[in-house]
């Protein structure tokens, strides 16, 4: 037997590094991706057929379900949200079904994988925070209504699906209770996590889980009812689109503001109509009391984790719970994670998933081995770590005419997905926001985009009616950083305002009684052709809000003149923002501290700090009280008593 030469190591290593690479290459061009959405539109019908059962209509045409049925045995992304009133159905109306529709629906939900554990591919996004309680929700019943069943797909029998849905979705409502919601005062998300939860609250024959669903939902409208103004439902956000952050008539929580808490009209056919036909739900009269309080308040709220909270809080593992908090916040790219992700991928075939095939990108053996991920990532430094959503210590300053919001030092400088960070609501009619688009206007994109999250996030303080916000672009694109655009724009929708004033750094407007302000460091200027795209050239800039009106500042002409006559300066070498008004100097430095009046300002703030509730991080218990009417809660005993 000969031995091998010294002298030949290195080439034999060479021969084996590069023989391993050329068959990951090979494998990793062999993956393969399912379709997120279908090819051409199916027609779903389901909360159609709901809401005509519900109103009396019983002689249903039944193929009407054909499309959702399709949908969802094809396993197409937001089969979930279909779910959701096919199973009211299967609930509240099943002797209405003919046995050969019947036959089919049951076929479909035996064959569907509800988690992503289970066998089967697709492109089902099953991790965000929304996704995983309508899953569980879905799972828990389906299976509780066919405990004998052998699902095909997974092998178990529903009642088996039962309890492996149970516990996750005890566990996501512990985590929601324990730290609040990282999709936090979303007006698209929150209307998914009400409508898992009625479901459940309707239907469990669990009495821990229907009272602890019955505690998050109440957690869930406390945010709504202290974010709205009237029935307008727009505030600092980890995940808003376009038509969140504008407001209007559309920022109604899908008319559930207006069904609570203002003219009391029934919302129509739609995931969140078991609201209107629940029993079991009743909104505690604090909160109504809380949405229609037109005193002046601020609210000081946290709600989420950071990344680096994770280990430390428990969840640095790869079992379901932890993996459930990282995807929960976002976490897939970020170097502190990806380790996990890459495993969460690997373990569960979800390179074939159409949202994470990016990641076989990173699927080299090498990588793995030698545990390289982390600093490969934070090397080229992608621009999906954006979409992490992290702790967010808010600020909302509200009035009767307006309400002013900031999420205080959010990570400045880096990459925002679908972040909301700053922003006025101008009375219930329209909001106004600036933001770094992160593609030009006529580029089609999902988020980030030319409205919806940040090319790169400020850095925002706000005290009372003030907001200033800082923005750093960098000089150089990153390497997988779609565009980087040297202006920053704000929506600022001329027409909308009574009367409007756009020149030199200023900004202002009057609708009603309500005044705003916006002062920058450069022109302001609306975009070409345009009447609500107001832009400002420059990659070291800053915007401010100062929010007025007429009980405050008397004339709007006052109110002009005061916020032109305030004294500002901008450091842009130490970017340092100082802006005085009202016998205050607020002053900011971008990735330093906030102060007034030369006192720096703690911006981590406890779970809530408001008038209506003093409550720590991660409490015990929680009390909401006003205006003679309390809620209390205590998650873990299973208590509400309002």
Not at 7 to 20: A, I, M, Q
Not at 133 to 151: C, M, T, W
Not at 362 to 368: E, H
Not at 401 to 410: E, F, I
Request: aromatic content about 14%.
């Amino acid at each position: 037997m000969k031995r091998i030469k010294l002298t030949n190591l290195p080439s034999l290593v060479g021969v084996v590094l590069l023989s391993t690479i050329i068959f990951d290459i090979i494998r990793i061009l062999s993956y393969d991706s399912f379709p997120i959405d279908p090819e051409s539109e199916i027609h779903c019908e389901q909360d159609g057929i709901y809401y005509d059962l519900v109103n009396g209509n019983v002689d249903i045409d039944w193929s009407r379900l054909d499309g959702t049925l399709e949908y969802i045995h094809r396993q197409y992304d937001c089969s979930d949200f279909r779910l959701v009133n096919l199973i009211r159905i299967l609930y509240e109306f099943e002797e209405y079904i003919p046995d050969s529709t019947l036959e089919c629906i049951q076929n479909t939900l035996f064959d569907f994988r509800y988690w992503w554990d289970e066998p089967g591919e697709n492109s089902m996004c099953y991790w965000t925070e929304n996704h995983q309680i309508l899953f569980a929700s879905a799972e828990y019943l389906i299976g509780q209504k066919y405990p004998d069943v052998v699902f095909g797909n997974s092998g178990l029998t529903g009642r088996e699906h039962k309890q492996k849905a149970r516990r996750r979705a005890l566990d996501w409502l512990q985590m929601r209770w324990t730290y609040g919601f990282s999709e936090h005062y979303s007006g698209v998300y929150y209307k998914e996590d009400i409508a898992a939860m009625i479901n459940l609250i309707d239907f469990a024959d669990d009495e821990e889980l229907v009272e602890k669903t019955k505690i998050i939902m109440d957690l869930l409208f406390y945010d709504v009812a202290t974010q709205s103004i009237n029935t307008m439902f727009v505030s600092a956000s980890n995940r808003a689109y376009t038509h969140n952050r504008i407001g209007g008539p559309g920022a109604a929580l899908g008319g559930l503001t207006r069904y609570f808490w203002g003219d009391g009209k029934e919302i129509g056919p739609g995931m969140m109509y078991g609201m209107m036909t629940s029993s079991n739900y009743t909104l505690p009269p604090v909160l109504k009391e809380i949405a229609g309080d037109t005193a002046t308040v601020i609210l000081r709220n946290s709600n989420g984790l950071d990344i680096l909270e994770l280990g430390s809080e428990g969840f640095g593992g790869e079992d379901t719970k932890s993996m459930m908090m990282q995807l929960a916040i976002g976490g897939f790219s970020n170097p502190e994670v990806v380790r996990n992700s890459l495993a969460f991928v690997r373990k569960n075939r979800m390179f074939s998933n159409g949202f994470l095939t990016d990641f076989k990108l990173l699927d080299f053996t090498l990588l793995k081995v030698l545990h390289l991920e982390p600093l490969l990532v934070r090397l080229i430094n992608p621009q999906s770590n954006g979409v992490a959503m992290q702790r967010a210590n808010v600020y909302t300053y509200k009035s009767k005419a307006y309400s002013l919001y900031s999420t205080q030092n959010y990570f400045p400088g880096t990459y925002g997905d679908q972040h909301h960070v700053a922003g006025m609501n101008i009375n219930n009619d329209f909001s106004v926001f600036h933001t770094h688009p992160a593609v030009e206007k006529d580029v089609h994109k999902q988020s980030p985009n030319y409205w919806v999250g940040y090319g790169h996030l400020p850095h925002v303080a706000q005290d009372r009616n003030v907001s200033q916000a800082i923005y750093n672009l960098p000089d150089k694109k990153g390497l997988m950083e779609a565009d980087l655009l040297s202006y920053t724009h704000a929506y600022f929708p001329t027409e909308k305002f009574d009367s409007v004033c756009v020149a030199d750094r200023y900004a202002l407007g009057k609708k009603g009684d309500t005044y705003c302000a916006l002062v920058g460091k450069n022109e302001l200027f609306l975009r070409a052709n345009t009447t609500d795209d107001l832009h400002q050239t420059g990659k070291q800039t800053f915007w401010i809000f100062e929010a007025g009106s007429k009980f405050e500042d008397r004339s709007f002409e006052s109110f002009c003149n005061r916020v032109r006559n305030n004294p500002v300066t901008f450091d842009s070498v130490n970017l340092e923002l100082t802006y005085q008004s009202r016998g205050i100097t607020h002053k900011l430095q971008f990735g330093g501290d906030f102060m007034l009046n030369g006192d720096v300002v703690n911006v981590e703030y406890d779970r809530y700090d408001s008038p209506y509730s003093s409550t720590p991080r991660k409490p015990d218990s929680i009390t909401y009280q006003f205006n003679g009417q309390f809620l209390h809660l205590d998650f873990d005993d299973g208590t509400r008593v309002f």
